[in-house]
């Protein structure tokens, strides 16, 4: 069974940083391209970022470029989410999500992990 | 950025009824529309890609169609499990999601 489960959410005040977690398992990790997806309480969700299956390949929302960094390590079948100068509108549940076909550049996704909650408050 | 716009919002409906949810791009996006479905407290879940191919394990009563810009999600005979909010994803460029459309129980 494909599992996503991801974790490393919590409260942040605005400016601070987060690192997001996906542990993978039920396929091979490096066959499969994937996304981190967040949705606001009561709000549709949101592309945040991709990543290609081998890592090479990478691409940001416009609202997050040059602060979040997403990477990949297939040794550990991890996805992680690096998130700095965080801001209130950031605040959302954090969703990694695999390419349905794999590849990168088909941007359809599943399945979804569970969430991890990420807040940017003072 | 292209802009996702479904409609209606919210629909009430009753087992059985055939339901429709439409989706507009606010460009073209030729077939690269898909649609979800979340349950409260849930992930989304892939239903259609390409505008009309129906995922593995999706039932025959969830139908998808359109090209360019606007695009349909029809449900027929719409069954208890099957109440829940629907997004539409445009996955041309950058991708984005529709506002939702919550299908309730009437």
């Known amino acids: 069974e494909v599992q996503l489960v991801e974790s490393g959410g919590g409260l942040v005040q605005p400016g601070g940083s987060l690192r997001l977690s996906c542990v993978a398992s039920?396929?091979?990790?490096?066959?499969?391209?994937m996304s981190w997806v967040r949705q606001a309480p009561g709000k549709g969700p949101e592309w945040v970022s991709a990543?290609?299956?081998?890592?090479?390949?990478?691409s940001y929302v416009d609202s997050v470029k040059g602060r979040f960094t997403i990477s990949r390590d297939s040794s550990k079948n991890t996805l992680f989410l690096q998130m700095r100068s965080l801001r209130a509108e950031d605040t959302a549940l954090y969703y990694c999500?695999?390419?349905?076909?794999?590849?990168?550049?088909?941007?359809?996704?599943?399945?979804w992990g569970h969430g991890t909650l990420v807040i940017v408050s003072s | 950025d292209i802009q996702m716009t479904q409609s209606p919002s919210s629909l009430s409906a009753s087992v059985g009824d055939r339901v429709a949810i439409t989706c507009r791009a606010s460009?073209?996006?030729?077939?690269?529309l898909n649609w979800y479905q979340q349950k409260p407290g849930k992930a989304p879940k892939l239903l259609i890609y390409?505008?009309?191919s129906l995922l593995s394990g999706v039932p025959s009563r969830f139908s998808g169609s359109g090209s360019g810009t606007d695009f349909t999600l029809t449900i027929n005979s719409l069954q208890p499990d099957d109440f829940a909010t629907y997004y539409c994803?445009?996955?041309?460029?950058?991708?984005?999601f529709g506002g939702g459309t919550k299908v309730e129980i009437k």
């Open positions: 999500a695999r390419h349905y076909s794999g590849s990168y550049y088909d941007l359809w996704f599943d399945p």
């Open positions: 039920g396929f091979t990790f490096s066959d499969y391209a």
């Open positions: 990543i290609s299956g081998t890592g090479a390949y990478t």
């Open positions: 460009q073209s996006i030729s077939r690269s």
């Open positions: 390409a505008a009309s």
């Open positions: 994803q445009q996955s041309s460029a950058g991708p984005t």
